[in-house]
């Protein structure tokens, strides 16, 4: 590797020159890091997934944002009747040709619809009923004229309006048939979901319920919460960022504080863990020492072990995938720059959790925006860039890996595919957002 | 009204002739209701936004998706020190020019920085210290050679690439000074926040903890978890559309329950929630009688009562403002349709929200999105259609304002501004995500 007559230093710079991150020496030749869709492949493979994840019924209310555990069918149709959708009367719509201003069709009066309840009279083709929005329709009505084009008195209904068969109304099942699935297993239960369950009967259901660790490590890094920071060292962020967003996108997890960079500490505190989760994410010191300890930890747990050591991504590299397939852990190793973490936790813990629930992948969006401004890229990695949305459109932050401030004021991530090289202020970007 | 020689039935149906939802009769004449934003405007100013809402202090993780009751600022700056953003060598940049692989520098061997600690060395000129990425820069250094770059044996350090000054380094307080604001009172606080509040020492958070209550009304609404439903009768979906809206967007809310058709119920169902809410959200049943008991209440409040009837939008007109500004209750009702109750929550009920706390507006993104097939639209009101996300663009979803799965599958809407109308694929679309 050109160290020339150097001898390396025995420190941990040593393994460092002789294996970068991101590159994996095998078999006498380097091997660059594979894409983010290879590695997500290579570990669901690897690790046998979907597994079956533990699950818990709870409310509907307290299912908002949280990940179904199987598919929801419809019990009942909806609307579980033909209702009116305007105040009028309803009528058959043949009864209603050619009528207008000018040449109203004059129908009996039939009487009136009550909410709430079944009609107890039907509709012969020179009648009407009065019928309130959301009202029952009688039998033999197939249309509702809207009280602004009628009127009544003495027993007779003056129409001015024509209708078609089926105007103003929702016809029963019209919108959801028996049996219809509502959601797939795995989705993320969104805020137009409780509505829709609850109108159905629905008012239970069943979600996923993994077990989530989260692990900070670093020499450098002491409680969010420490009174005084000394010179060198900084407040614990990451266990935050991974809790915050994991919350976000359905997922409750349990913090187990920070383990300094020594092996005994970091396997102690992760065996702590692992006794309790069925996932375990370990966000790494920036150190090398760091990561090579988790790399160690997660290769430790037995088969398959460590699967990926890198991913081909930018910020997000130094991320390690692993697990055990016999006890059920999934172990990830984050990257310990705050901006490198976030981008791993979206970009590769989320649709890992996709894959082990077995569903799923609706965290976030992509959309095509034009760009406020260019945005530099190569060829090779997924680059991930903070952007805010502006005007319709969406303006590239400028952003270390370092950075953890880059996040505020941004709406999501402009997403620089492996073969996209440099945009140009106008060129339409992929964009996901929150 | 052109009624001709009938005389109006003493019903519920006569007030509708006359007064139709959205028309206002206004000293003899008749004036349209008005837009989105006016009303937005004249509801603020009605009720002298912004109040002084009820706040809770809460820790950073409890604060994720909840609104900001204050300005919040940097406590100390980040980073708190210079930091190396790569393991490598601490060096004076200087030094290193016309460094190459051909070429090196050698620089003296200074000693190694330990993470976590202040390092007990300064840089000269001509040396050279270990670094490890988030490591303090000794006194002296200005950039950092990566470890690739350099190689060291014997109390040399060879570097084999210049660097520039500030190269690979994050400087003191380079991403937030002290006082910065991070964020603005009434934001809601997102994903990016928490991560950066624990960095900066910040452990406990003051949030908005407005008390809301929602009450659904209609003699046909049974509630959701109801065994059987009676024919012609529905179960309530409002009550927990409303409520996982407001949760998505930071509000905690109550139900108060199903209220029937007829005013003293309403009335007393109403005092209750008044009694112990900040902000009464009256998702009206659909028929006339049940927005007109709203309107009748919210009228009663006293000064100023009801202030909007009717909004110029679609779907979604039927939505009243109004509240007491001496007893700080602001009162809402809400169209009954399930598509209707969700546009006029997310259009009208968040903004008023963020008026009444003096600043937010977090709710949703706009984004401008080629549309995949036409949208038929009229000038006039504000419209909304169900839209989904497809191949970067959008495409728009059926439905009528009864419908309540329109919302399934939808990633937001399509809002046409008063002044469009009909847009043909291709074209681009404004579109409010979720």
């Not at 290579?42 to 709870?58: K, Q």
């Not at 960022?241 to 976000?248: F, P």
Request: with cysteine; charged share 20%; glycine share 12%.
């Amino acid at each position: 590797r050109g160290s020339g007559g150097l001898v390396p230093r025995r420190a941990w710079a040593a393994p460092t020159v002789l294996r970068p991150i991101g590159v994996l020496a095998m078999s006498g030749f380097i091997q660059e890091a594979r894409s983010i869709d290879d590695c997500l492949r290579l570990a669901a493979e690897g690790l046998s997934f979907p597994w079956n994840v533990r699950r818990r019924t709870v409310g509907v209310s307290d299912a908002l944002l949280r990940r179904s555990s199987a598919d929801i069918a419809a019990p009942e149709p909806y609307p579980p009747f033909t209702r009116s959708l305007r105040d009028g009367y309803a009528v058959c719509h043949a009864a209603t040709t050619g009528a207008s201003e000018s040449s109203p069709a004059f129908l009996k009066f039939a009487g009136e619809v009550v909410m709430g309840a079944a009609p107890p009279f039907c509709i012969a083709p020179d009648e009407a009923a009065l019928i309130p929005t959301g009202g029952m329709m009688p039998e033999g009505a197939d249309a509702v004229v809207m009280t602004e084009n009628a009127a009544s008195s003495d027993g007779w209904v003056e129409v001015r309006a024509s209708v078609q068969r089926g105007e103003n109304l929702a016809l029963e099942s019209e919108e959801i048939k028996r049996s219809d699935v509502l959601i797939r297993r795995g989705d993320v239960i969104g805020c137009s979901a409780p509505g829709l369950l609850c109108a159905l009967g629905i008012s239970e259901v069943e979600v996923m319920d993994m077990r989530i660790g989260v692990i900070s490590t670093g020499d450098e890094v002491v409680p969010a919460d420490a009174r005084s920071v000394p010179a060198g060292a900084i407040r614990d962020a990451d266990t935050y960022i991974v809790q915050s967003i994991l919350k976000k996108y359905g997922e409750a997890s349990k913090s187990y504080g920070i383990a300094p960079d020594d092996w005994p500490a970091l396997e102690a505190r992760a065996h702590e863990a692992m006794a309790e989760c069925d996932v375990v994410i370990i966000s790494g010191g920036s150190s090398v020492g760091a990561r090579d300890n988790t790399a160690r930890l997660i290769e430790s747990v037995g088969d398959p072990g460590l699967l990926i050591r890198g991913i081909n991504m930018t910020p997000g590299k130094p991320t390690l995938i692993g697990g055990s397939v016999k006890d059920g852990k999934l172990m990830i190793g984050l990257p310990g720059h705050p901006l490198s973490c976030v981008v791993s936790t979206v970009f590769v813990v989320l649709p890992l959790l996709d894959a082990m629930c077995g569903g799923g992948g609706g965290a976030g969006k992509y959309v095509k925006l034009p760009l406020a401004s260019d945005v530099q890229g190569r060829t090779g990695p997924d680059e991930f860039i903070p952007a805010r949305l502006e005007d319709g459109g969406v303006r590239p932050l400028a952003a270390k890996s370092g950075y953890i401030s880059a996040m505020m004021g941004a709406d999501g991530f402009i997403r620089l595919r492996p073969d996209t090289e440099t945009l140009r202020a106008g060129e339409t970007a992929e964009v996901w957002l929150w």
